[in-house]
């Protein structure tokens, strides 16, 4: 691909990425870390040990980003500081004993949490959407 190819498709990624919603882009992040906690499954398997620190190293990336969005004024982010804690614990722990157990163990968590977050979000633009359809018949 050339520059201009290149550009282009940053471009539109970018302008994919700014069009999507709060829950959107959480899902993505989401969705990035679970792949990510994949990955380093995939990479402890074959013994590729650079892809898999290199992978808990973005997960954990991820989850201190997501730990500093938290917006603290309300009690579930607090809940969530403590389980990101948690996840950022276990995965240092995961990464300095190569501990296959335990990186399944999060990625489930993770993969939990994430799909509640999904179910959140398609509530919520449900409701948003039945909200707009019931001011558009009052009209």
């Known amino acids: 691909m050339d520059i201009k190819g290149y550009q282009g498709y940053q471009g539109y990624k970018e302008q994919g990425i700014n069009s999507m919603s709060q829950g959107e882009l959480l899902l993505l992040l989401y969705d990035e870390l679970v792949k990510r906690l994949l990955r380093a499954g995939f990479a402890l398997d074959k013994e590729n040990f650079e892809l898999f620190d290199a992978s808990v190293d973005r997960s954990l990336d991820i989850i201190r980003y997501l730990d500093d969005t938290l917006d603290m004024q309300y009690?579930?982010?607090?809940?969530?500081?403590?389980?990101?804690?948690?996840?950022?614990?276990?995965?240092?722990?995961?990464?300095?004993?190569?501990?296959?157990?335990?990186?399944?163990?999060?990625?489930?968590?993770?993969?939990?949490?994430?799909?509640?977050?999904?179910q959140a979000n398609k509530n919520a633009e449900e409701e948003a959407a039945s909200l707009a359809q019931a001011q558009g018949e009052g009209k």
Request: charge should be positive; proline fraction near 2%; aromatic fraction near 12%.
């Open 75 to 118: 009690p579930i982010s607090r809940n969530l500081n403590r389980l990101y804690d948690f996840f950022s614990f276990e995965l240092n722990r995961v990464k300095a004993g190569r501990n296959k157990t335990e990186l399944e163990r999060v990625e489930a968590m993770v993969s939990e949490l994430r799909d509640t977050f999904r």
